[in-house]
């Protein structure tokens, strides 16, 4: 299996608390990608950081990308009780078939 | 409206029935998918449609089919429901020229 790995699988912090979640993948790839879900729902893209970027930020998001190692880092900062969801990184390995390889994601929660 | 939708939202079988999952899109993506999503394990993908007549197998596409009946509609069906086929499905789609996924809202499916 190509699927990558999250760590940690559960994390839980207060309001106000940053939260990093750290994403491992096999293969090259052409970007990679975080996905939001709240429970029990669809996934909701967040951000996007390509093979040839090292770091994105997106409002409180900040994405680092270390092809090197083959990891990815996800920060939220100042968390929110809202923020509680699970949090997937998917990996693009490009070429015609246009695919996304999901990992097992992290569950985030937040406590007011 | 929702630009990703998926009928039934919830659904219970038993062993050996012949099932359809259906999703419908009004984003005109040329590209839908289909997941599936077990505990821990996160989203494994089972069939990908590029176009009407372009239909590939995923990671795990036994005990699968799949109809690509229009741009706008790409239904799942399993032909002989089996117990450890109960998940969440979801349906997702991309256009050509977009990099991420836009998913359903979810099937819950139980086989009994």
């Known amino acids: 299996s190509q699927q990558g790995e999250e760590d940690p699988q559960a994390l839980s912090i207060q309001e106000g608390e940053n939260a990093t979640m750290n994403c491992s993948y096999k293969?090259?790839?052409?970007?990679l990608q975080w996905y939001r879900q709240n429970s029990g729902r669809g996934l909701v893209h967040l951000i996007l950081?390509?093979?040839?970027?090292r770091e994105k930020h997106s409002g409180r998001l900040r994405v680092t990308l270390d092809t090197s190692k083959k990891s990815s880092s996800l920060l939220i900062t100042a968390s929110r009780a809202a923020d509680t969801a699970s949090y997937f990184c998917?990996?693009?390995?490009?070429?015609?078939?246009?695919?996304?390889?999901f990992g097992k994601g992290t569950l985030l929660t937040v406590n007011p | 409206d929702a630009d990703v939708t998926q009928t039934p939202r919830n659904r219970i079988t038993k062993t050996g029935k012949r099932i359809m999952l259906e999703c419908s899109q009004t984003k005109g993506h040329d590209r839908m998918y289909w997941y599936r999503q077990d505990p821990g394990l996160g989203l494994r993908l089972i069939y990908y449609?590029?176009?009407?007549?372009?239909?590939n197998k995923g990671e795990i596409s036994d005990g699968y089919s799949v109809s690509r009946q229009a741009q706008a509609k790409f239904s799942l069906s399993l032909e002989s429901a089996i117990p450890n086929q109960t998940a969440l499905y979801f349906c997702?789609?991309?256009?050509?020229?977009?990099?991420?996924?836009?998913f359903g809202p979810g099937t819950r499916l139980l086989v009994l």
């Open positions: 998917a990996q693009n390995s490009g070429g015609s078939n246009y695919k996304l390889t």
């Open positions: 950081i390509r093979s040839n970027e």
């Open positions: 293969t090259s790839i052409n970007n």
């Open positions: 997702a789609t991309k256009g050509a020229d977009e990099e991420t996924q836009y």
């Open positions: 449609s590029f176009d009407v007549k372009d239909i």
